[in-house]
């Protein structure tokens, strides 16, 4: 039957709505008016210049039609525009006598609309709202558009190879062409530009107010006949194709058009073929349409899936519309037609090249020919656009394809365009291919051996991720034979330490996963143990894909690049050949390789490629992640054992300070940093050195903390002893790790875990990382918590080799919770890079002071108490940082200490930082009998200068010292009252 009949009807439907409620409101359908002299033939007769036009009209036997009343609109040219065509037409026609009776047939009902309308109102929409129709039906009758294809004519498919030898009848569309204009109002109101115009036909331009049939300009318009109007072109018009018709019959588009008829079929249809034999009686054969299998239709939505035969077409080898349907409309056929973007043959193939960015697509399929009919659809479907208003030149800039992905088309782009009757057809010298062709994971999607991180993308949505146009991925890329050692993080907690095989199932098309034993000394598989589920699986791929995605260019010159899921990578070269390790590899040859580079262990790139948003590297080894936890990684090396004794050596009745724990429902392989979260860490660790010398300094050891009693006052100075060492040790955590070799920092400030009492924010550091060390400048803050960094800068100690320490503390779901021997997937992790320092770090600030309301208060005197409470030093606890103490007076507010000394100041000696200092203060007389309120402050002030460096040595004597004052406490001196 005739293509989507139901189609055809509202075709129909939609062409009355926009005759009945658009075209002009011609009086004289029914009566001749006695003012108008000829009818449109008569008038084409009487003029003398449109003999070729009235010829054309009497052999189609249209004389009576046009010669009487009616409603007609006629689109012309003048016998000089015929000559024209004969002498410079690539047709074959030289003279009239040439035209075929089909031929003249398709000329006269082309130029032929079945309602009168003046110029202006060829583009009224309903309720006559100016500039809204650009299309308009004819009156062409698709028999007149049969043709007889044969032999190389028929498309190379299934469904047409029968009829290759005998060939057949067929109908490109069976709906009739239609006339596309473009007037002044139209084009405003559809911001539709001069230059998209002349970019649409090849360079031609249009001056304000012009009118156009395609690209043939109105040279005389709105003739008024007694049965309708005649417009004047300046060119013959000829029927134009449909989008499918003209890149078919384009030599230059010959690649595209094959992969595009794959998804063809003729289609028989019995009404067609009985309603032309009854017009023509001589005829013995059968008719068919060809359709092409689509996702839109005439039911706005519906999709053509069956094919000549009647089965079923999947749905990923559907076509978005047909680009043969000639009254093709997503949404009105009148107001937009659709829009192809169809790269040329040169372009096509040097995509499908070693050379091309479809490089992939040629290694896999060596020929275009070879290429799945999913993989093709996709392709076609991305060069399609459903609205050729939205689509046109001038609005390139950001377009997006129909699944909301940037298609990155510039107007450089565009060889030619043609304007078709159902759409326009941008010849391009680039390849549009689909997101998911285009990006990184392109080669995985199509590649035999990488059939597991196909899965991963498809089953996790990293497809969806690595869609992204706008960023720039390095994917690197294992194939399916190096998943057979995966260090499986949960199953080294139990029992019996395991690694994980997984496997690609072709018949479920899922990953299998198969825990193993393995020797511990020598890291060879064993025994297999039980197949694991699929949510460990899935928890596995997860982590894997997270590590193999770095957001930037690893060929850039750096050493270490952060990944997707914040873990670190280690690269050395660059192109193929280029080796990469995980840190989980790092320690795989440190454990079992026969060098740090062993091939078994470590990652080789054997091949690259360029996609649209960054590179595709496939690599020789899964990157494994590290799975040494910070603790493990401390107690490995020995310049670090005092660093860790401190941050483990908490006393019995201490525990609850301790920073090296286990948690009870989701522990880690061993201890795990308890104020770490899901994030990425550096510790500057100090050797045994540098340890010994912040003892030295004052730093209390855990001996000393214990042997201090937990009552009364004594009570408080263990407490702050704690604090000192906590805040010490959490001084060497800085937030986001930082790699020798990683991403060059200049001056970046990052915080630290140790919080700043005065601003309750954390204090900080600020580094810089110039490829090849890291250079730290610790903090100083003053009262206010604003901090400086002027200190002499610290660099991380190199000569031990100990840096660039890859750690990860993870916490594992366990069947029983709690119980690391049941851990089956990984609840979160942190990650943690390690660099031996050789120095200790001392953040710096005020020191804390307060005011105690005093005991008493009498007419004549108050006695004064203080505490200071912290030092302000990052290390030292009771070691003479305090320099001065006391209080200072004034009747008026916030009194100040001053340097050189004062009478309404009093300095206060004491043996200890720490420490509770007193004074009775005598009311001083007042110069005004009227003072009564007296105002106190207690005072303290630290050996630090403001740039952190000893102002108790004599260089430093001129340097503004640290210093504090106290809440303000205010005395009535006549009442003996406390006011605040």
């Not at 004289?28 to 210049?49: A, N, R, T």
């Not at 990488?450 to 706008?470: G, H, M, P, V």
């Not at 990953?511 to 699929?534: C, E, P, R």
């Not at 303290?940 to 010292?961: C, I, P, Y």
């Amino acid at each position: 039957m005739f293509k989507n009949t139901h189609r055809a009807w509202l075709f129909l439907l939609s062409l009355l709505l926009v005759v009945g409620a658009c075209s002009d409101p011609y009086p004289y359908d029914d009566k001749e008016p006695d003012w108008l002299g000829s009818s449109i033939y008569d008038y084409l007769v009487e003029k003398g210049e449109y003999t070729y036009f009235t010829r054309i009209i009497d052999t189609c036997n249209y004389r009576e039609v046009l010669a009487k009343t009616g409603s007609k609109t006629m689109f012309v040219c003048k016998d000089s525009a015929f000559e024209e065509y004969f002498r410079n037409n690539t047709d074959g026609i030289s003279r009239f006598e040439d035209f075929s009776v089909e031929q003249l047939n398709q000329i006269m009902e082309y130029a032929m609309v079945n309602d009168a309308s003046l110029i202006e109102t060829l583009s009224y929409a309903v309720g006559y709202v100016k500039g809204q129709v650009m299309r308009r039906a004819t009156s062409l009758d698709p028999f007149d558009m049969l043709s007889f294809e044969q032999g190389d004519e028929i498309p190379k498919n299934k469904y047409f190879e029968p009829y290759r030898e005998k060939g057949l009848y067929i109908l490109n569309d069976d709906t009739s062409p239609t006339l596309i204009h473009f007037f002044e109002a139209q084009m405003k109101e559809k911001g539709i530009t001069d230059e998209d115009f002349s970019i649409l036909f090849n360079g031609k331009t249009r001056q304000t107010n012009d009118a156009h049939l395609f690209g043939i300009k109105v040279i005389e318009r709105d003739i008024t006949c007694k049965n309708g109007y005649i417009h004047v072109l300046e060119s013959l018009m000829l029927p134009r194709d449909n989008m499918a018709g003209y890149i078919r019959k384009s030599d230059s588009l010959s690649i595209f058009a094959s992969l595009m008829d794959r998804f063809s079929a003729p289609y028989y249809t019995s009404s067609g073929t009985e309603l032309y034999k009854t017009l023509h009686p001589e005829f013995r054969d059968s008719i068919f349409v060809r359709n092409y299998f689509q996702k839109v239709s005439g039911t706005s939505g519906a999709y053509s899936i069956l094919d000549p035969n009647g089965e079923l077409i999947p749905s990923d080898e559907l076509l978005r519309y047909d680009p043969g349907w000639n009254s093709y409309q997503y949404t009105s056929l009148s107001m937009d037609m659709g829009a192809m973007f169809v790269p040329d043959d040169d372009a096509m193939k040097f995509y499908f090249s070693p050379e091309g960015n479809g490089s992939f697509l040629h290694e896999r399929y060596k020929v275009w020919d070879s290429v799945p009919n999913d993989i093709v659809a996709m392709f076609i479907n991305a060069h399609m656009k459903y609205s050729f208003i939205s689509s046109v030149p001038s609005k390139f800039q950001g377009l997006k394809d129909e699944d909301g992905f940037e298609i990155g088309i510039e107007k450089d782009n565009i060889l030619r365009a043609r304007v078709l009757c159902n759409g326009a057809v941008y010849v391009t010298n680039e390849v549009f291919p689909p997101v998911d062709y285009a990006s990184v994971m392109a080669p995985v999607l199509v590649n035999e051996r990488t059939q597991i991180f196909n899965f991963a993308l498809r089953n996790l949505d990293f497809n969806i991720y690595l869609r992204s146009l706008e960023s720039f991925y390095s994917f690197l890329v294992p194939f399916d034979e190096s998943f057979t050692t995966y260090l499986y993080p949960a199953g080294q907690g139990h029992e019996t330490k395991k690694m994980i095989k997984l496997k690609f199932n072709t018949t479920s098309e899922m990953v299998d996963a198969v825990t193993y034993t393995y020797d511990d000394a020598t890291g060879q598989l064993k025994d297999s143990i039980n197949v694991v589920s699929s949510a460990i699986a899935l928890d596995c791929l997860n982590d894997i894909m997270d590590y193999h995605i770095v957001v930037g260019d690893i060929e850039s010159g750096q050493e270490y690049y952060q990944t997707k899921g914040k873990g670190e990578i280690r690269v050395q070269g660059s192109g193929i050949g280029m080796k990469v390790w995980g840190g989980g590899n790092m320690e795989m040859n440190r454990r079992w390789g026969s060098s740090w580079d062993d091939n078994k262990y470590t990652g080789e790139v054997t091949d690259i490629l360029n996609l649209k948003n960054g590179k595709t590297y496939f690599v020789s080894n899964l990157l494994q992640q590290p799975i040494t936890s910070v603790y493990k990684t401390l107690s490995n090396q020995p310049e670090f054992s005092k660093f860790l004794s401190a941050m483990m050596g908490v006393p019995d009745d201490m525990k609850e300070h301790l920073m090296l724990t286990k948690d009870p429902r989701t522990p880690g392989l061993d201890f795990n940093i308890n104020f770490f979260s899901a994030f990425h860490y550096t510790l500057y660790a100090p050797n045994n050195a540098a340890m010994d010398r912040a003892y030295a300094a004052g730093l209390p050891t855990w001996d000393q903390i214990a042997a201090v009693p937990t009552a009364d006052d004594e009570g408080a100075k263990r407490a702050a002893m704690i604090q000192k060492v906590a805040r010490f040790l959490k001084y060497h955590f800085q937030d986001n790790s930082v790699y020798i070799g990683g991403e060059l920092l200049s001056d970046v400030k990052y915080e630290t875990a140790t919080k700043n009492n005065i601003t309750n924010k954390f204090h900080s550091l600020r580094l810089t990382q110039d490829g090849s060390n890291i250079t730290i400048y610790q903090s100083v803050s003053n009262a206010s918590g604003i901090e400086t960094f002027n200190r002499p800068p610290v660099q991380v100690h190199k000569a031990n080799g100990l840096y660039n320490l890859m750690a990860r503390d993870y916490f594992f779901n366990c069947a029983t919770p709690g119980d690391l021997k049941s851990a089956t997937t990984t609840a979160w992790t942190s990650r943690t890079v390690i660099h031996e320092v050789d120095t200790y770090f001392n953040p710096i600030k005020v020191p804390t002071i307060r005011m105690n309301n005093p005991n008493y208060v009498t007419t004549a005197l108050v006695p004064l108490t203080a505490d200071i409470t912290d030092n302000g030093d990052g290390v030292a606890y009771d070691k003479n940082i305090i320099t001065k103490r006391g209080f200072c007076w004034s009747y008026s507010k916030e009194p100040e200490w001053s340097a050189s000394g004062s009478a309404n100041q009093a300095e206060v000696a004491a043996a200890s930082d720490i420490v509770n200092f007193k004074y009775t203060l005598n009311f001083p007389a007042s110069s005004n009998p009227a003072d009564t309120l007296l105002y106190i402050r207690a005072y303290t002030e630290s050996k630090w200068a403001v740039d952190g460096s000893d102002g108790t040595l004599e260089e430093n004597a001129s340097k503004k010292r640290l210093s504090a004052y106290s809440r303000e406490l205010c005395i009535n001196t006549k009442k003996g009252t406390i006011v605040y």
